[in-house]
Structure formats: C-alpha cells, structure tokens
C-alpha cells in the first residue's frame, strides 16, 4: 500500500481520500475546521461532524455516519473511526486493508477536554499523524492553571468596568471556554457564529453554563465570546471600554498578546502539544511515521534521533507525485 500527499491524504490500494482538501466523489472526514471539508458527493463522518458541516452550510454530501468503533467496509478495506480529541466530533481513522493497519489522526489531543469525547488511541502498524505543535517547546501548562487565569482576567476586565472579550475559535475553542466559565457570576454572550455551533454541541448532549446570543448594537453587562475577525466589525467599535484575550495553543510563543493586538494570550489548545505528539507515537506502537502538517519535519527528525522510522508527508512537486511505500 502507499501511502500520497494529494491535497490530502490518499491511499491508492483501497481508493481511500482522507480529509481531501477538493471536492471528491467519495471521503472520509475527521472533523468540520474548514480547512478539512469540502463538498464532496459523498462523506463518511461521525454524526456531530455531519452535523457541524450542514451547520456550517455544507449541505451537498450524502452522509455516512457509523458509530464510533464501528467497522465501514469500503471495497476490500474496513474503515473504523476513533474519538480524536480534538472538537466534538472529531476522529481519528483506522484502515485496515490486506492485512494492514494504518492510522490517520487527523486533528488531535490527548488531554481530556469538558466539550470533546476523549481521545481513543488504536494501535496500528504505520502512522500519518498532524504534528502542529511538533517542537520542545511547544508545552502546555497545565489546563487548571490556564482555565483559572482566564476566568481571573474576566473578573478583573469587569472589576476595572471592562467588558472582557475573548477570542476564539467558533467550532472548538468557544465551546471549551463556554464550559470553562461555569459558575462565573457574570453573564455570558455568544458572537452569531459561536451561538449556532453551539446549538449542535447542545444537540449532541453537551451541557453549558446558561449564555445569551449577543445582539449587536446591545450593552454588555458580562464577557464575550468572538472570533479575532470580528473586531473588525461596526458593532464591535460601539463597544465602548474593552479588555481582549486571544485563546489559542500558539499564546506560547513570546509576544503573542502583542501579535494578537490583545491585552493578554491563554495558552489554550484542540491541538496535542510535544509530549502528547511522542505520547501518541508510543501508544500506537507503529513501526512507521509519517508527520504532516505544522513542524512535521523537526518531529520526524526528533523521532529519528529516539530510534523510529519517521518520515514528513510532503506535498509532491506537481509534475511528480511523491509515493511513499508501507508496510514493505
């Protein structure tokens, strides 16, 4: 079996695209980022992602949507989905084909999260992995200690006669930081986009502190939560005083508030860090693998250097299709 770097994952022997970055007659999908769907004829997904994508307004596939941990046959290989971690929903892919197990990971972590069902790791002979936070220094501290600086940085926004906004992504991010702040003593708001992912995690059985859809144009008597986008907007500049916070896995890197053009970055992440990346290799017990995306070719040489085989999935030039072989 080989494994190509089109667009996506492609696995020629089985005719399997995995998270194909172009519209395909068939594909499976992990989770609903924008930056893995698109309208493709027909998707294997687990329910919540479908669910999240008719959302989003991705409306055209015909969905498959087994149950976690149950088997899809799709020519002579068996296709199995396992909780990622990552986002309601999210999954990662097991496909077993002529006697092989190859593990695709798509987006993940390994830290239990309040929104997302946690991560399932199934052990599997070759690995394609995500390694975007793959480098020493990418370490999160601990959750705890984050989640209570964030609801520290709200209560003083709002001591000092701020309204605290918060920064964060609309399918993920906004979800975990809603859980976060259960019990605060203030209200809480949702940005449009936040308030209908919401609704499909509430769908799905997720529970939240009450929250209200902001309106734009009302006064703010509690915290925010919005995409950094929408600071661009009218109605954000009627907001009067202001306190901002990005939530993102990169507020490690130094300067992010700066970057951000916030007043302060939580180091908060849907993504594993470096040690859940080296984690995830030794609970596949994979013989090979093969990194894609972020710092994928500084976690594969770190791995080298630990004794595995590991090689980055890089994009092929155009005029010849890179080709990596399995399994030999």
């Not at 022997?13 to 172009?22: A, F, N, T």
């Not at 940005?191 to 609704?199: A, L």
């Not at 986008?229 to 896995?249: H, M």
């Not at 030794?282 to 090689?311: I, K, N, P, S």
Request: with cysteine; hydrophobic share 40%.
């Amino acid at each position: 079996m080989r494994i190509i770097h089109d667009h996506g994952v492609y696995l020629p022997g089985p005719g399997l695209r995995l998270d194909p970055q172009r519209p395909q007659p068939f594909a499976v999908v992990t989770h609903a980022h924008s930056d893995h769907v698109q309208a493709h004829d027909e998707v294997v997904a687990t329910a919540a992602t479908a669910a999240l994508m008719r959302r989003r307004g991705v409306t055209r596939p015909r969905f498959r949507t087994p149950q976690l941990h149950e088997p899809v046959a799709y020519g002579a290989a068996t296709v199995t989905l396992y909780p990622a971690g990552h986002v309601l929903g999210s999954a990662q892919v097991l496909v077993e084909w002529e006697g092989s197990r190859c593990l695709y990971s798509g987006d993940f972590k390994l830290r239990h999260g309040r929104t997302a069902e946690p991560a399932e790791v199934p052990e599997a002979d070759v690995v394609i992995m995500e390694t975007t936070f793959g480098k020493p220094r990418y370490q999160l501290p601990p959750v705890p200690e984050v989640e209570e600086r964030l609801r520290g940085f709200c209560r003083q926004a709002m001591a000092d006669g701020c309204t605290p906004v918060l920064f964060c992504y609309s399918l993920g991010k906004g979800q975990e930081v809603l859980a976060i702040l259960e019990g605060e003593p203030y209200p809480i708001y949702l940005q449009n986009e936040h308030w209908d992912t919401t609704v499909v995690y509430r769908e799905f059985g997720v529970s939240f502190p009450e929250h209200r859809k902001f309106q734009p144009g009302q006064k703010l008597d509690g915290v925010l939560l919005c995409a950094q986008q929408c600071r661009k907007a009218a109605w954000f500049q009627r907001l009067g005083s202001v306190r901002t916070a990005c939530v993102t896995g990169w507020a490690l890197d130094r300067g992010a508030a700066y970057r951000y053009r916030t007043d302060a970055a939580f180091p908060l992440s849907d993504h594993a860090d470096y040690h859940e990346l080296l984690e995830y290799v030794r609970l596949t017990r994979a013989d090979r693998v093969y990194t894609l995306h972020g710092f994928a070719e500084e976690f594969a040489g770190d791995l080298r250097r630990r004794g595995l085989w590991a090689e980055p999935l890089r994009a092929p030039p155009a005029a010849a299709p890179l080709q990596l072989s399995l399994f030999e």
